[in-house]
């Protein structure tokens, strides 16, 4: 008989992971007493830099501000075993005033457009922001014999 264990990720195999992935759920620090504010997202990842690029619509004033602000994104897989990637950071924004890097890092990513707000995404305003991982780490299902 086997059963399921967690085995931590090479760096290697998260950058696999995330090369497939496209979609999970980002988490935004609030005040102690409330719990995060978590949102479901689309990103790219720049596997140069361990860089996430965001779309964030405008629309949710429920965010607040978010540059300068920490966060951390999850993302996983389950087509055979679970993989899961985590990563967390402070949420910059992307436009001409955060420099060379920042936006020559989103032009390296692709983000799907989800149609999650009840509009269509072109007629939805959005916010261009990037998450630099200060940590990344990755989880994965292997099996033990008993």
Do not use: N, W
């Not at 075993?81 to 920042?102: M, N």
């Amino acid at each position: 008989m086997t059963e399921p264990e967690p085995v931590t990720m090479t760096d290697e195999e998260c950058d696999a992971l995330l090369a497939r992935r496209a979609s999970g759920v980002l988490s935004l620090t609030t005040a102690a007493d409330e719990p995060p504010h978590s949102i479901p997202v689309s990103f790219g990842y720049d596997s140069m830099t361990s860089t996430f690029y965001f779309r964030l619509a405008d629309a949710d004033s429920q965010k607040g501000e978010l540059a300068g602000r920490p966060a951390s994104l999850v993302t996983y897989d389950r087509e055979e075993k679970y993989q899961s990637v985590v990563a967390s950071g402070t949420l910059e924004p992307t436009d001409e005033e955060s420099g060379t890097e920042a936006l020559a890092g989103f032009e390296r990513v692709t983000i799907p457009y989800v149609d999650i707000h009840g509009e269509p995404p072109a007629d939805v305003e959005f916010e261009f922001y990037r998450l630099v991982a200060d940590r990344l780490t990755g989880r994965k299902e292997t099996t033990t014999e008993l």
